[in-house]
């Protein structure tokens, strides 16, 4: 079956370390997103991709970085200069600009 | 950036009646495309309408209907016959021609049996 794997569910981490996010699609999409949802707020944008080792910030992407190195992996790394966070990350792929975006289960991360 | 605004963030409707969620987005744009998402306890992220903004006509999906007014920027949903199922939250979400797609913060919708 064709979808959109985030892993793992939950990840916890120290503070000062930085880590990576997985998110892995095989629907063939071109476009990634991750977003970042904290408790009882909406989704905000990180970063996008529109093909491979092409990427653009969105609203939010101090302390993030993401790399496009094939088609099918977009992941996220959460590094230290990120100041607070802790909150649910979506990862998501599309196809063509009506298409909707299909979504991931999301990752938990909780730094401590 | 586009902006999108959900003014409601808490709306409440009785079983078998009628509910409207709010969405206003701000761009400058002619040509984008807009959704409604339902996001349930299990945080899920689930497909409820979507249109494109050169089409004049509303969109519907069987009890989920937009109100789509371009001059206005205003994008609102429809849930008719409200089921305790459709309890959740939605965003309104608006992406323009370069993929860039951004959220509103959402609006939480209570079903009362």
């Known amino acids: 079956d064709g979808g959109i794997t985030q892993s793992p569910k939950y990840l916890f981490r120290k503070e000062g370390q930085n880590v990576t996010l997985s998110c892995e699609q095989n629907?063939?999409?071109?476009?990634m997103y991750w977003y970042r949802q904290d408790p009882g707020q909406g989704l905000r944008l990180i970063y996008y991709s529109q093909i491979v080792n092409d990427f653009q910030k969105g609203d939010i992407a101090e302390g993030y970085s993401v790399s496009r190195e094939k088609k099918e992996s977009f992941p996220l790394t959460v590094t230290s200069a990120q100041k607070n966070p802790t909150a649910f990350y979506l990862c998501a792929s599309s196809a063509l600009l009506i298409s909707p975006l299909h979504f991931g289960n999301g990752t938990r991360l909780t730094v401590t | 950036a586009q902006t999108v605004t959900q003014s409601q963030p808490e709306m409440s409707v009785q079983e078998a009646e009628t509910v409207t969620l709010s969405c206003t987005y701000d761009t400058s744009e002619s040509d984008y495309y807009l959704f409604w998402y339902k996001q349930p306890p299990s945080r899920q992220m689930i497909l409820v309408i979507r249109q494109e903004a050169y089409k004049q006509q509303n969109a519907t999906e069987n009890r989920f209907s937009v109100n789509f007014q371009k001059a206005a920027k205003s994008f609102s949903l429809k849930i008719s016959d409200s089921q305790l199922g459709d309890a959740a939250m939605y965003f309104c979400?608006?992406?323009?021609?370069?993929?860039?797609?951004?959220f509103g913060a959402g609006t939480r919708l209570t079903v009362k049996p």
């Open positions: 629907l063939n999409h071109d476009a």
């Open positions: 979400a608006y992406r323009s021609d370069d993929n860039d797609m951004r």
